[in-house]
């Protein structure tokens, strides 16, 4: 039995070992007729470039798998795999160089058979300007560390040394002042490889307006380069042909002179430049702005605007309430308007910066008393006397740049003038420099209420004393004294044409010599005299507190015309374009015709209006004792014209003025 069983298990036994050696043969069979995996093969393009191209990469096969990192000649590339069999890979910043590219799939490496070849490269910022601009040059793919020439249009203008990667930069450059307008090369070459890259860069035509503000009437220069050589090039105001320059061989023109229309408008205007021959064509902007920068317009304290071109006789009646501002108390102080900002000072003890458009508060200071004064405004300060001081602050931030204590207030607004800050103290008259360090001091026999007038080197100032002085701007040493009847002297002096014109606290109005101090003529008006006079076109204006608004010849002191109101006038008339703005205690603001006195327009505000009015690009802006600046204006406003595109500006050729023949 037991020989039975083995017999049994060897047949089980032999019949599996059968089976397991049958299966493997077969196995071994299908083994051996498999191919094994052939590697990937890999191809790009393009086969050469600078840093930041862009490298596709293609595999063939069954694709690529996990891919780990790229290298391009040898330098990890950054790199993005767009499908199973692409690879998109940027050339790396790197020394010049030829090599394979590699891509890393887990732990296999593959190479391209074909080598990439690493170029040199150029990135301009910006890649275009008008000559004499600065441009930053970067460089890739040069020579290890070695010294590069950066060229404009062959001419070298910098030699940076490469880094260890063959970089350089950025390196600034200037683009030759000559440079014309068009397409220009710059270009860099390695001084060891002799490796060159080279882009191009854009020279534009440009101008250039100096001063960029003005007046109507002011005189400005033009400059231009990047025009064609020696070629003639028409400089227009708006669409105005104002005058004809000529390039020289660098393709520049100017400065030439141009005057601004007296017709210009407030606001934005153009100034455009075409060559004749190149058809060169460039633009600038040129703001036509007129500015009140003190009491009574200027030094000389004329009271007129010789500038206004909006507001006039025929269109004054349709002014209105523009906006008006409020203040903690009575405004008696005159504005100045500068830049398109207005400054005003308050009894609330503050001086105010508003925006003239609209007028919402810009800053304030305050002065510790009461600003019966006029703000002057020069070189980017205002300055302001109150409380028995004189402070200058920073017109666009209103913090204090210096101070003086004098410690005896007054009522005499600054007045600049070359530079130098006058004002009356006390029983003196004080001379300052701009930056607040004392230059002289004059003193009177009584208080000096009233601003200097300064002009052709003399200051002009009255006193309570009784006399009116001249002084030495420079040094202030008295050349003259008038003593008008024994009456004090509050107002201050207006001088034009020679002569001085001054108000007196006896009624009278008086014409004196300027270098001399001999009276000419004077007009008695019908009671004391607070307003300072305004002088234009050959005639005096002059408030009195009679309650009349009197215009006398300037030459010979005789009435022509007078204007009652319903109180004392001791506001300080303004005059612009034919129009005498006033206010009077009764409580109104008036514009007369300056020819006739005609009443052209009213105001009722709530208070006295004691404050001087300022004229200033078509808006009339005064102080009211109700605690508000108002600014008046005509309703809906005035555009400036819009720029000129060049289609503008004579298409036709033929359409030029006669007289400016092609160069």
């Not at 070459?189 to 307006?209: C, D, R, S």
């Amino acid at each position: 039995m037991a020989t039975k069983r083995l017999r049994r298990h060897n047949r089980r036994t032999t019949a599996l070992l059968g089976l397991v050696l049958s299966t493997g043969l077969c196995l071994g069979a299908l083994a051996s007729a498999t191919p094994a995996a052939a590697a990937p093969s890999i191809s790009f393009a393009p086969t050469s470039g600078a840093a930041g191209t862009r490298v596709l990469i293609t595999e063939s096969g069954a694709g690529f798998g996990k891919v780990t990192a790229v290298r391009i000649a040898g330098v990890l590339a950054v790199f993005h795999v767009a499908s199973p069999s692409q690879i998109n890979a940027i050339v790396p910043a790197m020394p010049a160089a030829v090599g394979p590219i590699t891509v890393q799939i887990g732990t296999t490496r593959v190479s391209s058979s074909t080598m990439f070849t690493v170029l040199p490269g150029l990135v301009l910022s910006p890649a275009t300007g008008p000559p004499g601009s600065a441009v930053n040059v970067s460089g890739t793919g040069f020579g290890h560390s070695e010294t590069v020439s950066v060229s404009f249009d062959g001419t070298v203008l910098a030699t940076p040394p490469a880094s260890t990667k063959g970089s350089f930069g950025p390196t600034p450059v200037t683009v030759p002042a000559a440079a014309t307008a068009g397409s220009h090369t710059i270009s860099a070459l390695g001084n060891t490889t002799g490796l060159l890259a080279q882009t191009a860069y854009t020279v534009t035509p440009t101008i250039v307006v100096s001063p960029g503000t003005g007046p109507p009437g002011s005189a400005v220069n033009v400059s231009g380069a990047g025009f064609g050589p020696l070629e003639g090039v028409d400089v227009y105001f708006d669409t105005t042909d104002l005058a004809l320059a000529e390039t020289g061989a660098n393709g520049s023109f100017g400065p030439v002179s141009i005057t601004v229309p007296a017709s210009a408008v407030p606001g934005t205007h153009t100034v455009s430049a075409e060559g004749r021959q190149s058809g060169v064509f460039a633009q600038a902007s040129l703001s036509v702005n007129t500015n009140w920068a003190e009491f009574h317009y200027s030094a000389k304290h004329k009271g007129a605007d010789p500038f206004e071109n909006v507001l006039s006789p025929a269109n004054v009646s349709a002014i209105d309430q523009d906006w008006s501002f409020t203040t903690g108390s009575g405004v008696s102080s005159s504005p100045a308007v500068v830049n398109g900002v207005v400054y005003v000072g308050s009894d609330d003890s503050n001086v105010y910066a508003l925006n003239a458009n609209g007028g919402s508060k810009l800053w304030s200071f305050a002065t510790g008393g009461s600003v019966l004064t006029s703000p002057a405004v020069a070189n980017g300060l205002v300055y302001v006397a109150a409380n028995g001081s004189i402070d200058a602050l920073s017109a666009a931030t209103g913090a204090q740049q210096w101070t003086q204590g004098i410690g005896s207030d007054s009522e005499s607004s600054p007045t600049v003038a070359n530079g130098s800050v006058y004002v009356g103290m006390g029983a003196s008259v004080y001379a300052y420099t701009g930056g607040g360090d004392l230059e002289w001091t004059f003193t009177t026999g009584e208080v000096v209420d009233a601003a200097p007038t300064v002009t052709n080197g003399v200051v002009y100032v009255g006193s309570v004393d009784g006399n009116i002085y001249a002084l030495n701007a420079a040094t202030g040493t008295q050349i003259w004294k008038f003593s008008p009847a024994g009456s004090e002297v509050e107002t201050s002096p207006a001088v034009a044409n020679g002569v001085v014109y001054v108000a007196a606290d006896n009624g009278n109005i008086y014409a004196l010599n300027a270098a001399t101090g001999t009276q000419i003529w004077s007009f008695t008006t019908g009671s004391n005299v607070f307003s300072s006079p305004a002088v234009a076109n050959g005639v005096v204006y002059v408030g009195s507190n009679d309650g009349n608004v009197y215009a006398l010849n300037a030459t010979t002191g005789t009435q022509v015309w007078s204007f009652t109101t319903g109180g004392a006038v001791g506001s300080s008339p303004a005059v612009a374009n034919g129009v005498v703005y006033v206010g009077s205690s009764d409580g109104n603001v008036y514009a007369l015709n300056a020819a006739t006195g005609t009443r052209l327009w009213s105001f009722a505000t709530g208070g006295a209006v004691g404050s001087s009015p300022a004229v200033v690009n078509g808006v009339v802006y005064v102080g009211s004792s109700d605690g508000n600046l108002y600014a008046f204006d005509l309703t809906g406003g005035q555009a400036a014209p819009a720029r000129p595109s060049r289609s503008s500006l004579h298409p036709n050729y033929s359409l030029r003025p006669q007289h400016r023949q092609p160069a």
